[in-house]
């Protein structure tokens, strides 16, 4: 069964729910991953956060705003009267059950709850799109089979068997609809995958029920060399593999969700990266790629703390870095590089929430400094024993910028930089510069 995601841009208006159709509408069974239409996650912060500072009058005239932009949406993607009020009727009792957080106290499980309602509004006003069209559908509520671990991981046997529960339970049917992110925790509260989760979603569930390719469609047409935005002359990549596309995700190619490749990669099923706006383009298949590229592609993560850890204590001790990482490891604090000297360990953060209390156990071990506002940025290509000059390649077109870290050995797919976030433009322009257009000329 194929999975197709389509994330908020691609169902970010009525038109562009309509268009879908074309994409979904074919006799190959499918399993359609959506996410919350644009913006409306953010929506749901905003009124989460004046839930939890009580003040319910902020937080109802928040649901009103969000609400009257539904009820527009409605107007414009039913053409009937019949599915207009079926459909307002939809929309009034999520906002029912929104407002229902106004009057009691707010915790973090009636947050989750909060923000899972951008999926569900999204995949309950397709489904009855689809009805009106008169094409066969079914919803699958995420929530009935979607399950996370104490530890927040996927579990995947609880999800095998949920699912294939539900799908026997229609066996003629070819087209399912269900709900990116959300998903339900250990004691069965609604719980979500953290942002970008629905291409988590697609991947978890290719993997479980084998399907011979899964699609995350976009509003751009596959995997980019470097940052549009940053850098003009970018272009696709036809081809990744897992490692390349997982180092590229987690330093900052937002396209794609970080954790998503793992399920994917373990299952051996390609990964296909479409465009919604564009869909003749060919996007970026990712998969057992074995070629030899001297550097695909360029990223960088934004947001990242540097912390410098001096200790005269570190001189030929063992136990040392144990001791630094289990700090981290009790706030929940995912490191992201880390180099280390006889006297001195520097490491980067990108989740600065518990940062004071990290910094006040870490002074018992030296003297601590935290630099933010930090970029990572990251060169992703062959850097394997057998290509020693690439990475002079790209130090050479760094030698301007101010480098804080540099990490390299730890992947054969990968060199990454730490530097002020004021020189990530100039030295990812450098980068494409020096490692793309020169090799054109």
């Given amino acids: 069964m194929l999975i197709m995601k389509?994330?908020?841009?691609?169902?970010?208006?009525?038109?562009?729910?309509?268009?879908?159709?074309?994409?979904?509408?074919?006799?190959?069974?499918?399993?359609?991953?959506?996410?919350?239409?644009?913006?409306?996650?953010?929506?749901?912060?905003?009124?989460?956060?004046?839930?939890?500072?009580?003040?319910?009058?902020?937080?109802?005239?928040?649901?009103?705003?969000?609400?009257?932009?539904?009820?527009?949406?409605?107007?414009?993607?039913?053409?009937?009267?019949?599915?207009?009020?079926?459909?307002?009727?939809?929309?009034?009792?999520?906002?029912?059950?929104?407002?229902?957080?106004?009057?009691?106290?707010?915790?973090?499980?009636?947050?989750?709850?909060?923000?899972?309602?951008?999926?569900l509004l999204s995949t309950s006003l397709f489904q009855l799109y689809l009805e009106e069209k008169e094409i066969k559908s079914v919803l699958l509520p995420a929530l009935d089979f979607m399950r996370i671990t104490d530890e927040g991981e996927p579990d995947y046997e609880s999800i095998s068997k949920l699912l294939h529960d539900k799908l026997y339970l229609y066996p003629e049917d070819q087209l399912f609809i269900t709900q990116g992110y959300i998903c339900r925790d250990a004691f069965g509260e609604i719980d979500n995958l953290k942002r970008g989760g629905s291409d988590f979603t697609a991947t978890i569930l290719g993997s479980v029920l084998q399907s011979p390719e899964i699609q995350i469609w976009t509003d751009i047409d596959g995997m980019h060399n470097n940052d549009p935005r940053v850098v003009s002359n970018t272009f696709p990549i036809t081809e990744l593999s897992y490692d390349e596309a997982a180092e590229l995700a987690y330093f900052g190619a937002r396209i794609l969700h970080p954790t998503c490749v793992l399920p994917a990669q373990k299952a051996n099923i390609p990964i296909r990266l479409l465009n919604t706006m564009k869909p003749e383009a060919a996007g970026t298949i990712i998969h057992q790629y074995t070629g030899n590229r001297p550097v695909t592609a360029i990223a960088a993560k934004d947001g990242i703390t540097a912390i410098n850890i001096r200790s005269g204590r570190m001189l030929q001790a063992y136990g040392f870095l144990r001791s630094v990482f289990e700090v981290f490891e009790r706030y929940r604090t995912p490191i992201d590089m880390i180099t280390t000297s006889e006297v001195a360990v520097s490491l980067t953060i990108d989740n600065d929430s518990a940062l004071a209390e990290i910094l006040q156990e870490l002074q018992q071990y030296g003297t601590v400094e935290a630099e933010k506002n930090q970029t990572i940025i990251c060169v992703v290509g062959d850097f394997s024993l057998n290509k020693q000059d690439q990475a002079f390649k790209v130090l050479d077109a760094l030698k301007d910028i101010p480098l804080r870290m540099i990490s390299y050995g730890g992947s054969a797919h990968n060199i990454s930089v730490l530097i002020p976030n004021r020189f990530k433009n100039t030295a990812m322009l450098a980068l494409n510069n020096n490692l793309f257009l020169s090799s054109e000329k």
């Fill in 6 to 119: 389509f994330g908020g841009t691609s169902v970010g208006s009525a038109t562009r729910m309509q268009n879908l159709v074309d994409l979904i509408h074919n006799d190959q069974p499918k399993i359609v991953v959506l996410s919350a239409m644009s913006g409306t996650t953010n929506a749901l912060v905003e009124i989460s956060t004046s839930l939890y500072k009580d003040e319910p009058n902020v937080a109802e005239a928040q649901i009103m705003k969000l609400e009257t932009h539904y009820q527009e949406v409605v107007q414009s993607l039913f053409r009937t009267k019949e599915f207009r009020e079926k459909g307002k009727l939809l929309i009034g009792q999520h906002f029912n059950y929104l407002r229902s957080f106004t009057l009691d106290l707010f915790t973090s499980l009636e947050e989750k709850a909060v923000l899972a309602q951008g999926e």
